[in-house]
C-alpha cells in the first residue's frame, strides 16, 4: 500500500530535527503506549506487521497531525479492534465486554520477561521457504516495479531500480503475507542502491542505500 | 518537488466523490479568489508555471486540510509575499492598509473576462525545436525527478510508452517556472496501465500524458 507513511524521496516536509538520544520519552504517556504496545504484542495474536499495516491505513490527513507514540496507539486500536478484543462502544466509554471466546487466552507477560521480550524480541521459528535462494552475494539485480495494494516494505522510492545484493541474511516471515493473514517464509537479502540510481544526477557519487528486501521484491537484471 | 500534490498512484485518500449539479462556485468567496487569480497577473506577472509551484509549496499536513480555492489564495497569497507586493504585517491586520490609488496596470473587468477564455498559451510555434521522436517511437521516461517544479509525475518515471502525437514547440514549465523561456518539443505519450499500475490493472486500459523532450529517452 503506498500510503502516506511511504515519503522516503518526497520534498517539502521541512528540516529533520535532530534530538540528543538522552530525550527518552516526550511524555509520560509515550511511555505508557510503549509498554502498553509490547504487553499486547507478547500476550495477543498480532505482531509488527499488523500494527504497521493499520498505521499505514491511518487517514492522511490524521496521520500527518499525529505523533510518533499517537501513531502507535492508533495502530494497536486497530489491531486490538479488528480479534474483538475492543469495540467502539468500549472505546467510547460503555462496559467492557468479556473477551471473544473464540480467542485464546491472553498470555500474560510477568515483569521479568518484560525486559528480555522488548531487548530480544519474539523468538519465532524461521522455516525454510521450499525452494533454494534465488540470489547469492555479490549478484547484481534490480528490485520489481510496482507496490501492492496491501501491506510493503519494498518503498516507492526503491522500486524498478538496479542493485547488487551484500548479503543473504536467511529466511524471514514476508511482512506483506503476514499482515494479508497468510504468513510464509521468504528469502531475505540485504542488498545495496547507488544514491545516484534512486536520487539523481545530484546525489554524491559513492554514496549508497542498503535496505533488506525479501527475495518477493526482487528479480534478476534484464 | 515530489511533494504532497504528486498523488497520482498513492493509496489511502479514499473514494473520489462525485457530486451531482457541482457548482462553479460553492461559496462566494470562492467566486472571489478565482476573480483575484485572474486579475492580480495583469499587475504583478506570474503564470501557471509559477502558480503551481506555490501550490506545491503548501506545507504537506495544510495541504490536505483545505480547499481547492484555499489553495489558490495560499499561493497567490505567497507569490504577492515573496515579490514584496503584500508584507506579512499588512496580512496580519488589513485594516492599517491604505487604500493605494488605482495601479496603472490593473486590470479592469473588460479585461479579464476575455483573458480567462484566451487563457495564457504556452505554445510557440514559430519557434524551431528539436524532434528527437517520431509517432510510433518506443521511449522511455527519467527515472528521476528534480528538486524544482516538473510536470513528470512519480506514477510516470522509469516507464515505457510510446509516442502517439508531437505538439511542436512549448514553454517548458520547470525551467519557465524559473524565468528560462526556452522552449521544447511537447509529446503525448501513451502507456499501458499495466506498465504503471502493475499487473491488476486492465490490459486495455491505458494513459496518456502530455511529456516534453526532456522527460524521455529513446527505449
Known sequence: ?222 | MDTIHDMGGMHGFGRVEEEANEPVFHADWERRVFAMVSAVPFAALFGDDQFRPAIERIPPERYLSISYYEKWLDALTSLLVDRGWVTEAELADPASVPVAPRHPKAALPSDVVPAIWAGASQSRPGVAVLRRFQLGDAVVTKRQGSPGHTRLPRYARGKAGCIIKAHGAFLVADRNSIGDQTPEMLYTVAFDARELWGPEARSRDSLTLDLWDRYLDPA
Open chain 1, 1 to 222: 500500500m503506498d500510503g502516506i507513511h511511504d515519503m522516503g524521496g518526497m520534498q517539502g516536509f521541512g528540516e529533520v530535527v535532530d534530538e540528543p538520544e538522552t530525550m527518552g520519552f516526550h511524555a509520560d504517556w509515550h511511555g505508557r503506549m510503549f509498554a502498553l504496545s509490547r504487553v499486547v504484542r507478547y500476550s495477543l495474536p498480532f505482531g509488527g506487521d499488523h500494527v504497521r499495516q493499520a498505521i499505514e491505513r491511518m487517514a492522511p490527513r490524521h496521520y500527518l497531525r499525529s505523533s510518533y507514540y499517537e501513531k502507535w496507539l492508533e495502530g494497536n486500536i486497530a489491531c486490538l479492534a479488528a480479534i474483538g478484543v475492543v469495540s467502539e462502544a468500549e472505546l467510547a466509554g460503555g462496559p467492557v465486554a468479556p473477551l471473544p471466546a473464540a480467542l485464546a487466552p491472553p498470555r500474560p507477560m510477568a515483569a521479568d520477561a518484560a525486559a528480555a521480550f522488548i531487548f530480544g524480541g519474539m523468538a519465532g521459528a524461521r522455516p525454510s521457504p521450499p525452494t533454494p535462494p534465488r540470489f547469492k552475494a555479490g549478484d547484481r539485480i534490480r528490485t520489481i516495479a510496482h507496490g501492492t495494494a496491501g501491506h510493503t516494505r519494498l518503498p516507492r522510492y526503491a522500486r524498478n531500480q538496479p542493485c547488487r545484493v551484500e548479503t543473504a541474511l536467511g529466511s524471514y516471515i514476508l511482512a506483506d503475507a503476514n499482515a494479508a493473514g497468510a504468513p510464509r517464509p521468504d528469502w531475505c537479502y540485504r542488498v545495496a542502491f547507488a544514491a545516484c540510481d534512486l536520487w539523481g544526477p545530484e546525489a554524491v557519487v559513492g554514496d549508497s542505500v542498503t535496505l533488506d528486501l525479501w527475495e518477493s521484491y526482487l528479480e534478476p537484471a534484464a
